[in-house]
């Protein structure tokens, strides 16, 4: 009996000697999808790759397992056997595209896979400033924008007197909903003046804030 239970142990450590000199593979869940956080929609068709990254002699070397395409909904869902190795999910950035919060995300062998890719298609804005109610160099004026998926923007630098500005060309963006907050002080006394746009995919549009 002795002899048997030292052969089931010797056995067994040569199976964990053996799986970990094979980098034995174990199944995992995946659920990609990929999101236009502009309107929350689904992005269809947008292609993926799965890459598998081992150190060499020269460095990493990476080697992709699978890949394939998202389905109609901007979605794909599979299992697959990974080796006990550094993974990548990669997903193709869509055309005309001015927002990618990631590309590509890393994850280990020891767990399912799941991550929404998040873009948003580019858009076209003109912005203009006219202080219409300029009391002198003491007016001062600071903006900022924030997107529906973002935080807000820093403040811009201090405009300072009876500035003005009107954009001379369309300035490519991201698109989606965005707000506008004009910061003036006049006379001692602070105002914000907002103003939100929705602008779309490959739309042209224009914000006009008087202050």
Known sequence: MKLIIRSLKNLFI??????SLLSCKKER???ITATNVATGERIPNLH???VEASAGSF????KTIREGDLDVNGEAKFNMKIKNKKHVIRVVEPENNCYAENISLTFGSKEDFKADFKFAPCGYLTINYNNINCEGIGDLMNFRRKYNYLDWDGWSSDRIGCYSYFSPTYVTIASGQIIHDLKVMRSGVETHIYDTIFL????YK???LDY
């Open 14 to 19: 040569l199976m964990l000697i053996s799986c």
């Open 29 to 31: 869940a995946f659920h």
């Open 48 to 50: 993926y790759y799965v």
């Open 59 to 62: 460095g990493e070397k990476t």
């Open 200 to 203: 779309g995919a490959g739309e």
């Open 206 to 208: 224009t914000i006009n």
